[in-house]
């Protein structure tokens, strides 16, 4: 009994070291991978980087880890000619395969969602729009609400309004919600459901302006996206991608 005793003990002696050299091993290659993403990707912040499933150590040496989790900060995009914050950048990878100089992996598959707010939002959209949250029920079909004074919104579309119209339109604010859609994994569309009662000819014009696309570019194109949600915070977009690179 006593011989079975100390087996016992060395086992978990052996088992500590164990993890704990698996523990500081995740660690480095952590840090190591969230370098090379910040040095490939010109980031302005080094994303955070969490590796899952125990050992990790048996992963490696397989070379193919369970599940990558990569967090961004620091990105920008541009959207409608001006410059925006993207936030909450978060990808999932899985089935992540290093190459045999461990200088690069690639995953399976990886999901991807960003969001940009709606303070960014209304940078990007048309002169005096200001875009927000509509509430939980509109929301839910995928729709925002814009507001701004019409004058502001004709005018700053370069659209003429004939001086019979100039005096009905002073302090005249308008409200529309519009259904956001994502084309080509690029470009947000957005579409008034409806508009308020105007003066003859001056419906088409503003129709004109708070219906329009929005391109997105500088997001990050390993993962393509594909579906957009109106949330309290702004504007949420997801993706898949596969042959991910993570870094290299």
Known sequence: MRALRILLIIAVVLGGIFVAADRIAVNMAESEAADKIKSSQGLSSTPEISIKGFPFLTQVVGKELDEVDVSLAGITATAGGRSVNVT???AELRSVRIDSSFSSAVADRADGSARISYADLTKAAP??????????????????????PLADLLEGAGISVPEAFKGMLNGRMVTTYSTVALKGGSTVQLKAESLPNLPVGLD?????????DMKIDGMPSSIKLDKVAATDGGLRFSGTGTNVSLAG
Do not use: N
């Not at 949250?133 to 507001?147: H, P």
């Not at 088409?204 to 329009?212: A, F």
């Open 204 to 212: 088409d014009k503003l129709r004109r302006v708070v219906d329009y």
């Open 127 to 148: 002169r005096g729009a200001t875009v927000s949250y509509a509430g939980a029920d509109r929301a839910a079909k995928g729709q925002v609400k814009v507001t701004g």
């Open 88 to 90: 909450e950048v978060k």
